[in-house]
């Protein structure tokens, strides 16, 4: 297990590299095209290239560390105890001691998507 872990983790910092990559080379290319054609000097390139890679390092690096909180805040999550929702809170807890992972917080989301009660069918149309 705690090699798959790893392994994950490698993919995701090289994934994390070529997006940081792409995203300069976009930028250097950019600027050699307004190079070219506007004649602005070849140090437009270079600005242009430093300009994306700070931009792609930070949101990439931004969003992998802070991932969790940024959709929390878009969905408007809230987080729920065991006296809120015993039913989801003991379903979480057992899931995760089969698992033997420790308890994750547990959050609501408010949709108006559709709404199923425990062993109800959804209707064909």
Known sequence: MYENIAKNRAKTVLIIICFVFFISMIGYFIGVYFDYRYGFGSTYSVVLMIAALLIAMLGSFGSYYYSDRIVLAMTGARPISRSEDPRVYYMVEG??????????????????????QPGEIPEKE
Do not use: K, R
């Open 95 to 116: 899931l995760s001691i089969a698992a033997g992972l420790p308890m994750p917080q547990i959050y609501m989301v408010s949709d108006t998507g559709m709404h199923l």
